[in-house]
């Protein structure tokens, strides 16, 4: 990896963040599948290096959270004795997106349990810089983990969407009408007409699009922990610091004060370089 060109880690960087698989990349740029593997992780852990160091003192005010499905090495209903349950079956990406400029100020990977999304929660008051007002479903640990995290230092409130059945058969894929939405106040005093979790939604829905080991009903997973990880940093690297969004018509980083320009995936990688980012190889 060393030797290849950057001009060719370009091409590689943008087939991976535009839901490419590593296969159809190796045929596309001609370049081993390995060596992709290894600047994946590379740049990777820079991004998600770049984001814990530039990532402070955020004015953001209206935060909406959710949870996005993958999974390592196999189902977790196919797991055995033999598996690390640590490092494969189910995992969830947290992510908490600010509804005003789009950024996502704070990730996390792991189970979806009450230690992640306090880990997750710390991460995101870490980088915060005044109270802010949070949206998520109603999953469980959310709650506890707010409390941990915030105290009453917080205005959060739940959205809950019920959705009508869809029978099994023809349109079975097809996404399932929302029958109610209930929204209520957990912590504090949140705004009621924007306690959302639509900005975010879309967001999962991007992740799916740009992040190929992601994509429902394929063949595309991660047989290994650390591509995950790396995946899903180098997916909100690009994000926040390189592809505009359409409606700000900057990127978010711009938009919440972060940088001052559009980034290219050039300076992406330069950034990472810079912050440390050490490549190892990876199975797929």
Not at 23 to 40: A, F, P
Not at 95 to 114: E, F, Q, S
């Amino acid at each position: 990896m060393n030797n290849l060109k950057r001009d060719k880690q370009e091409v590689v960087i943008r087939c991976l963040v535009e839901g490419a698989s590593v296969r159809s990349t190796e045929r596309i740029t001609n370049v081993h599948r390995d060596t992709i593997l290894r600047l994946m992780v590379k740049v990777g852990n820079g991004c998600k290096n770049i984001m814990a160091s530039e990532f402070h003192d955020l004015q953001c005010r209206r935060v909406q959270l959710d949870e996005i499905w993958g999974y390592v090495g196999r189902h977790q209903r196919r797991l055995t004795e033999a598996d690390d349950q640590n490092r494969t079956g189910d995992f969830w990406t947290f992510v908490a997106i600010d509804a005003d400029t789009r950024l996502v100020p704070a990730y996390r990977v792991g189970k979806r349990n009450l230690e992640t999304t306090t880990q997750f929660l710390s991460e995101l008051s870490g980088r915060l810089a005044n109270r802010v007002q949070i949206s998520s479903d109603a999953m469980p640990s959310y709650i506890e983990a707010i409390d941990r995290v915030f105290g009453a230092n917080v205005d959060y409130g739940q959205i809950v969407k019920s959705y009508e059945a869809e029978p099994v058969g023809p349109g079975r894929y097809s996404p399932p009408r929302v029958s109610s939405i209930k929204r209520s106040v957990r912590v504090g005093r949140p705004e009621e007409g924007h306690i959302s979790t639509s900005y975010v939604e879309r967001s999962n829905l991007l992740m799916r699009m740009s992040i190929r080991r992601l994509t429902r009903l394929t063949d595309a997973f991660s047989k290994k922990l650390e591509n995950l990880e790396a995946s899903i940093a180098l997916h909100f690297g690009y994000y926040n610091f390189v592809r505009i969004h359409r409606s700000l018509r900057v990127t978010p980083a711009m938009e919440a004060g972060v940088t001052k320009s559009v980034w290219t995936i050039n300076d992406l990688v330069d950034a990472c370089d810079s912050h440390g980012a050490r490549s190892k190889p990876e199975g797929k």
